[in-house]
C-alpha cells in the first residue's frame, strides 16, 4: 500500500465496532457497524498502520463515561446524521492493522472531523489514559 491509501486522523468509518465489554464477554465481532473515528495511526515494528478507532454514538453516555459531543458542524464534515445528538467515546478504542484488516470492508471515509476536533479526542483520550480509564480492544 502507498501512503496516499493510509486513513487520516479524524476521519470517519463505518465499522464493526467492538465494544470492550463485548470483547469481555468473548466476543470477536462488533453487533453492527457504526460510524468510528481513526483517532490515531501509528506504524508497529513490523511496517503495519496500527489504528486506534473511537467509537462514535447517539445513546446518550453514562455519566461514568468519558465522551464529547459531536457538535453540528463536525457532524456534517463528517458525513453522520445531524438531526440526532452524537457522541464519540474516547475511554475505549479499538485497535486494528490497516493493511490486514477484515472489518474495514470500505475503505472510503463517510467525512473527516476538522484537525481541532480530532485534537480534541486525542487530548481527552490521553487524559482517560493517564488516569488508567483507557479500554482496548484488539481486533
Known amino acids: 500500500m502507498t501512503k496516499p491509501d493510509l486513513p487520516v486522523p479524524g476521519e470517519v468509518f463505518s465499522y464493526p465496532y467492538l465494544w470492550h465489554w463485548q470483547d469481555q464477554r ?16 501509528v506504524q508497529n515494528g513490523r511496517g503495519e498502520t496500527v489504528l486506534f478507532i473511537a467509537p462514535i454514538t ?18 456534517r464534515r463528517a458525513g453522520l446524521d445531524t438531526d440526532i445528538p452524537l457522541w464519540v467515546i474516547v475511554d475505549e478504542v479499538n485497535t486494528d492493522i ?16 476538522s484537525e481541532a476536533f480530532t485534537r480534541q479526542i486525542l487530548r481527552r483520550q490521553r487524559l482517560e ?9 484488539r481486533r
Open 98 to 113: 490497516w493493511e490486514r484488516s477484515y472489518y474495514l470492508e470500505d475503505r472510503i471515509p463517510l467525512g473527516r472531523f
Open 129 to 137: 489514559l493517564a488516569r488508567n480509564r483507557h479500554m482496548v480492544s
Open 58 to 75: 447517539s445513546r446518550r453516555p453514562d455519566p461514568q463515561r468519558a465522551a464529547i459531543a459531536v457538535p453540528l458542524l463536525e457532524a
Open 26 to 41: 468473548g466476543e470477536t465481532e462488533g453487533r453492527k457497524s457504526r460510524p468510528s473515528c481513526l483517532a490515531l495511526a
